[in-house]
């Protein structure tokens, strides 16, 4: 990568990092970026429902905005959650807090029953909260994300009922393997939705769409292959992303980062325990990276984060392009000083 002495808008550093187009330095922010961790998040929060704080679009685009305002986050990602698109399917669906599924989805004919109407009328909501936050961060040129959950990471839910608390989903690893017919309808019902939402999230103002997968990784390669890769790059072709670059994040994915760069999305965000000098080294020019610390460091020192952050950077440098980040979400515990001391850091590499 070329150091252009140029700097960039915080808007054009994300798109130009994201197309592998050289920048002064990475662009920051933070999976789970709105979260318990700010003081101000959980006054905000206290006694709203999850769902509740989704639907209202003030308290939404309130939330979006607090990490930009708080910590200083150099992108907005929409406060939401990978499950609200379901909302229109008719699944019933709570939040406890992770998502919980009154009668999980087990039969094709639960699956035939699955509703597909269009998110602008069934979750409508979420585009007037990106339009919102959008006519909000242009003036400021701050970059939109939205989001979408993938289809396996959906299904692994919905087939489950709820997060498994072991990261194994038995009764949708038996369906995988006794019931593939089934499984197979569900995620082409769950990749038609996840395209159609995240388009419209693109015509409603998103300048990145990401795409979270993160129970993929519990596959092996072969059943990865067979399960996961069509569809990623099903969506990945049909997505309007001249408007909207992709970033493809996989949880403990380490051992199918092949496999994610034939997905062929512009941006693979990867977790911790990825070496991310030898991904940027495979990936070279054929995608961007993401990540990669572990959100447990922000705990460390000030000094501890400045030099990681420094060893990302320096580790990515093989990579089209790079986007500092987590490996996963912000941890409800971290301190927000160490939030901002990764912040900060990234911004002083430009410097
Ligand atoms: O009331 C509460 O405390 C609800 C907690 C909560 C929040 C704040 C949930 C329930 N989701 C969210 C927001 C959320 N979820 C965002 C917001 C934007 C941001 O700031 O980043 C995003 C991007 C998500 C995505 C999400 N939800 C993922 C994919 C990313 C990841 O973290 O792995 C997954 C797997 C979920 C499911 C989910 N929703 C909520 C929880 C607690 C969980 C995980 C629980 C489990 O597996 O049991």
Sequence with gaps: M????????????????????????????????????????????????????????????????QPLRLVGTEAVILFSDIFVPMLGTGVDLDFQPGPVIAEPIRTEAQVARLRLPDPRESVPFVFDALRALRAELAPQAIPLIGFAGAPFTLAAYLVEGRGDPKNSFPVFRRAMYRNPEF????????TELTITYLNAQIDAGAQVVQLFDTWSGILGVADYREWV????????????RRRAPLILYVRDGAHVLDEMIEAGADVLSVDWRVDLGAAARRVGARASLQGNLDPHALVAPRDYLFEAVRALAAAAAPARGHILNLGHGCLPDTPVEGVRSFIEAAKSLGA
Aim: aromatic residues 6%; contains cysteine.
């Design 229 to 240: 890769l069509p569809v990623h790059r099903e969506i990945a072709s049909k997505l309007d």
């Design 2 to 65: 070329t150091k252009p002495r140029q700097t960039f808008s915080c808007s054009e550093r994300m798109l130009r990092a994201c197309r592998g187009e050289p920048v002064d330095r990475p662009p920051v922010w933070l999976m789970r970026q709105a979260g318990r961790y700010l003081p101000e998040y959980r006054q905000l929060r206290e006694g709203v429902p999850f769902l509740d704080s989704c639907r209202n679009v003030e308290h939404a685009v309130e939330l979006s905005l």
């Design 183 to 190: 499984l197979r309808a569900l995620l082409a019902r769950l």
